[in-house]
């Protein structure tokens, strides 16, 4: 069975840091990847996602992710981040025919 | 389109009672799915439907039952609510076209608390 690590539960940064969040997954196989974020009381929504081809992958508000198939990471990337990018962000698996697997979840504060 | 929409937003149960979460979606999807979320352990799936008349179990069934009669609707019963089933409570759905691997929209979701 699939299975989803996300390496850091908190991640607290300053306004124009830099982020990385870390998300590898275990499955041998073709696999589709996505990235979600639930802002402060609202529902997940699409960050961004892999299914094939350019494994830089571009989503809203400035967000990437790499997918690196040898170290089966798709990390999540941001040059600068603003207050308003506060939320959690959940990375998610699927392969085959089978469910989405989720990730703990990084929650990301983001100081002013 | 309204997308995902769930009701209640809030609800508290005693334990023993029983209660029908409902979800519905707007945007022809085949697939629905319903999901609980507890504090630093993601989403864990509960029970999921490819199309209507089809349901199946995801990774935490215990407890609950769904149904799917129409496209539209897919409500989560808890028969006897317990303590541990508290939780934030979310419904999704994707359309055929990807499977289980395409974009999941998710409702607002439902806070339950059984006490």
């Known amino acids: 069975a699939q299975s989803v690590s996300q390496h850091n539960h908190h991640v607290i940064l300053s306004e124009a840091a830099s982020l990385e969040l870390g998300c590898n997954y275990s499955?041998?196989?073709?696999?589709?990847l996505f990235w979600y974020v639930q802002y402060p009381g609202q529902h997940l929504q699409l960050l961004l996602k892999y299914f094939s081809g350019d494994p830089l992958v571009k989503g809203i508000k400035g967000f990437e992710a790499e997918f690196i198939k040898s170290k089966f990471s798709f990390n999540l990337r941001k040059p600068s981040v603003q207050w308003s990018d506060t939320a959690e962000y959940f990375c998610?698996?699927?392969?085959?025919?089978?469910?989405?697997?989720f990730g703990k979840g990084t929650m990301l504060l983001v100081s002013p | 389109n309204a997308g995902v929409t769930q009701t209640p937003k809030f609800r508290i149960l005693k334990i023993g009672q029983s209660m029908t979460l409902q979800c519905t979606q707007d945007?022809?999807?085949?697939?629905m799915y319903w999901y609980r979320q507890d504090p630093g352990m993601g989403l864990k799936l509960i029970y999921y439907?490819?199309?209507?008349?089809?349901?199946d179990k995801g990774e935490v069934p215990n407890g609950y039952n769904v149904s799917r009669s129409t496209t539209e609707d897919f409500p989560l019963r808890l028969e006897l609510a317990a303590p541990s089933q508290t939780s934030v409570y979310f419904c999704a759905s994707s359309s055929l076209a990807g499977g289980h691997g395409d974009t999941q929209y998710f409702g607002p979701g439902t806070r339950l608390t059984v006490l």
């Open positions: 998610a698996v699927n392969a085959g025919y089978s469910t989405l697997t």
């Open positions: 499955y041998g196989g073709t696999v589709n």
């Open positions: 439907s490819v199309g209507a008349g089809i349901t």
């Open positions: 945007m022809n999807h085949n697939y």
